[in-house]
């Protein structure tokens, strides 16, 4: 319990003398506490019996520990809750002076939290509790390199030998022979036969 006492002087001077001022109305009632985890830490919220005015607040920061005192209240039982969200290690409210309640929030490792009175009226306390203090910071990535496409693979090569093409000498460089042709006769004359009539003798 040693941690949840270590508050500076001037906390301690504060709580004294608020302590020790004649309240005007009986102490208000906490009837009951709930934690609300949020996206940066936790909502503590004290609930207390309607009364005439809101309860006073004072807060202060020393390392690893937020604590608020809420005066002119008082608690039947203390509460005490381990990991209520990421970054927080515990929160744990006590009665306090006997005129108060104190809020003790404890940050995991070296983490420091930080808080503020959200809402504060005559039907409770909101404590809003930030478990980094500040804006988390962004591990850089590495830049992604675009994926690419595989070449399609040329087929294996077929490992029977071809045998090499060799010239045909029958075949001319310029193509295919040209086929012979018989050369043509000259057109003979027709014979003539000898006119009718005509005798034709022949002498031994």
Not at 18 to 27: C, E, G, K, M, V
Not at 94 to 123: H, K, L
Request: overall charge positive.
């Amino acid at each position: 319990m040693k941690e949840f006492q270590r508050i500076s002087g001037f906390a301690a001077t504060t709580i004294a003398v608020l302590a020790s001022l004649p309240a005007s109305a009986a102490p208000t009632q906490v009837t009951n506490v709930r934690l609300n985890p949020t996206q940066s830490g936790v909502d503590v919220v004290l609930e207390t019996q309607p009364g005439d005015r809101p309860p006073q607040v004072f807060n202060v920061n020393r390392g690893n520990t937020w604590t608020a005192y809420v005066f002119n209240t008082q608690i039947r039982a203390p509460f005490k809750q381990a990991n209520p969200a990421p970054g927080i290690a515990s929160v744990v409210v006590t009665p306090v002076a006997g005129n108060g309640v104190q809020v003790t929030v404890i940050g995991q490792g070296s983490g420091t939290p930080t808080g503020q009175v959200s809402s504060r009226n005559a039907q409770g306390v909101i404590l809003s509790v930030s478990s980094t203090g500040g804006a988390v910071a962004q591990v850089p990535t590495a830049p992604t390199t675009p994926a690419t496409p595989a070449r399609p693979t040329a087929p294996p090569a077929s490992t029977t030998p071809v045998a090499p093409l060799a010239p045909n000498p029958a075949i001319p460089p310029g193509g295919a022979p040209a086929v012979p042709v018989a050369p043509v006769p000259p057109l003979q004359r027709r014979a003539v036969p000898p006119p009718v009539g005509d005798s034709v003798s022949v002498s031994d």
